[in-house]
């Protein structure tokens, strides 16, 4: 199973950026970003396959960029204009679909917290 790590979160306030980094232990086909506020259900942001597709959940298209460095086994989040709902958990994610459900990874992170104040 892959290793994940993530680190990169904090507190920041509305509009500004935060980058996410996630360290993993080898490349599996579609690495992702999901996060979970509470209450609610995980939510996929976004999702990379090897050769550089990505998806990305309508509410933050425009805003977030998923990107990876193979050569350092690790994969980043860029999230740009930050709003109070991108409030969350944020977890890191290894899968063998590409998609933005979570049931199709089966790897994951122990998560980083993402707190955007207004």
């Known amino acids: 199973q892959v290793q994940l790590v993530e680190s990169g979160g904090g507190s920041v306030q509305a509009g500004g950026s935060l980058r996410l980094s996630c360290s993993y232990s080898?490349?599996?086909?579609?690495m992702g970003w999901f996060r979970q506020a509470p209450g609610k259900e995980r939510e996929g942001v976004a999702v990379?396959?090897?050769?550089?597709?990505?998806l990305y959940v309508d509410s933050v298209k425009g805003r977030f960029t998923i990107s990876q460095d193979n050569a350092k086994n690790t994969l980043y989040l860029q999230m740009n204009s930050l709003k109070p709902e991108d409030t969350a958990m944020y977890y890191c994610?290894?899968?063998?679909?590409?998609?933005?459900?979570?049931?199709?990874?089966?790897?994951w992170g122990q998560g980083t917290q993402v707190t955007v104040s207004s």
């Open positions: 994610a290894a899968g063998r679909v590409f998609s933005l459900r979570a049931e199709y990874f089966g790897s």
């Open positions: 080898y490349r599996e086909y579609y």
């Open positions: 990379i396959r090897s050769a550089g597709s990505t």
